[in-house]
């Protein structure tokens, strides 16, 4: 018994850390019109991507910056990450959403 509790101990210990870090993130993860972010977006080169659009690996010659970014959800569905909103803002063309 004391060898199972042993065992078990640091494994619940480690669950809980984790879980305290994972509840700080999602407190202080923001939308970059703040609002609390509830979506993860992969983006390339600022431009957000789903899972069917994959940038082709083996490349090495490729710009492509492939990151990650938290949105909203209004702005996870209409794919407006913080770079393409900064890119609508200065462009003298209208949004390209509707
Ligand atoms: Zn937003």
């Known amino acids: 018994m004391a060898d199972f509790r042993t065992r078990l101990f640091p494994g ?3 669950l809980i850390e984790l879980a305290d870090r994972v509840n700080t993130l999602q407190v202080e993860a923001l ?6 972010a509830t ?3 992969r983006t390339i080169n600022g431009v957000m ?13 490729t710009q492509n910056e492939v990151a990650y970014e938290v949105l ?8 407006v990450t913080a770079k393409k909103s900064g890119a609508a803002h ?5 949004l390209p959403f509707n």
């Open 12 to 14: 619940s210990a480690r």
């Open 90 to 94: 200065q462009s003298p063309e209208p």
């Open 31 to 36: 939308c970059w019109c703040g609002e609390r």
């Open 72 to 79: 909203c959800r209004r702005h996870h569905m209409r794919r």
């Open 49 to 61: 991507v789903t899972e069917g659009e994959q940038v082709v690996v083996g490349d090495t010659n």
């Open 39 to 41: 979506h993860n977006a």
